[in-house]
């Protein structure tokens, strides 16, 4: 199985700055064949279900903003707020879905310094 | 618009059986696979098992196998998940999720309302 860490398990970032949280997973998430990374980004706020932010590692869902952005490829992975506003006070989970059972990273809290 | 509505909470004892249902409408019900994933309280999340878009069969994490069971209702678009033999562990909160695309494997893209589960003596 894929094992997926994050780090760090949490932040605290000033309103306006850039907030940047990582995730490795323990196997290459890149299929090579057509060159996608099965790597998921999700945002949890308090007392809902997770929502999908970035899929394909760096593709942005319809209507998330672009102040979130996705990078990386094969077993590195980053998370990027580039401009932390209010609503973005949550807990991010990035995700692998390249192989079967899919997991999740641990988790990172993100908050306003 | 995509949803699925999932039934609500539940309070068991120990040893007891749960039965979890997501209904889901918005969208032609045997062209996506449904996973159910959990949160405990407080803490991350797990991955349980998917029911296959095509043929309704299943896919259960280890750490589930003998003790879950999923199905479906092509006829009422639902979706169940059972889960047997119940410890004060299995107390989270359950999902039901739908792929975000009809090829498989695929990201999380919608997402049930989620079911708390409580196993309490």
């Known amino acids: 199985d894929i094992v997926m860490t994050q780090s760090p398990d949490s932040l605290a970032v000033s309103l306006g700055e850039r907030a940047t949280i990582n995730c490795k997973s323990s196997h290459s998430v890149l299929y090579t064949s057509n060159n996608k990374n099965y790597l998921a980004w999700y945002q949890q706020k308090p007392g809902q279900p997770p929502k999908l932010l970035i899929y394909w590692a760096s593709t942005r869902e319809s209507g998330v903003p672009d102040r979130f952005s996705g990078s990386g490829s094969g077993t590195d992975f980053t998370l990027t707020i580039s401009s932390l506003q209010a609503e973005d006070v949550a807990v991010y989970y990035c995700?692998?879905?390249?192989?079967?059972?899919?997991?999740f990273g641990p988790g990172t809290k993100v908050g306003i310094k | 618009q995509v949803q699925l509505v999932q039934s609500g909470a539940e309070v068991k004892k120990p040893g007891a059986s749960v039965k979890v249902s997501c209904k889901a409408s918005g969208y032609t019900f045997n062209e996506y696979n449904i996973q159910w994933v959990r949160q405990a309280p407080g803490q991350g999340l797990e991955w349980i098992g998917r029911?296959?878009?095509?043929?309704?069969?299943?896919n259960y994490a280890q750490k589930f196998e003998g003790r879950v069971k999923m199905t479906r209702d092509t006829s009422i678009n639902t979706v169940y998940m059972e889960l047997r033999r119940l410890n004060y562990d299995d107390t989270a909160v359950y999902y039901c999720?739908?792929?975000?695309?009809?090829?498989?494997?695929?990201?999380?893209?919608?997402w049930g309302q989620g079911t708390l589960v409580i196993v309490s003596s």
């Open positions: 995700q692998q879905y390249y192989s079967t059972p899919p997991a």
């Open positions: 029911i296959n878009r095509n043929s309704g069969g299943t």
């Open positions: 999720v739908r792929d975000r695309i009809a090829e498989v494997p695929a990201a999380m893209g919608y």
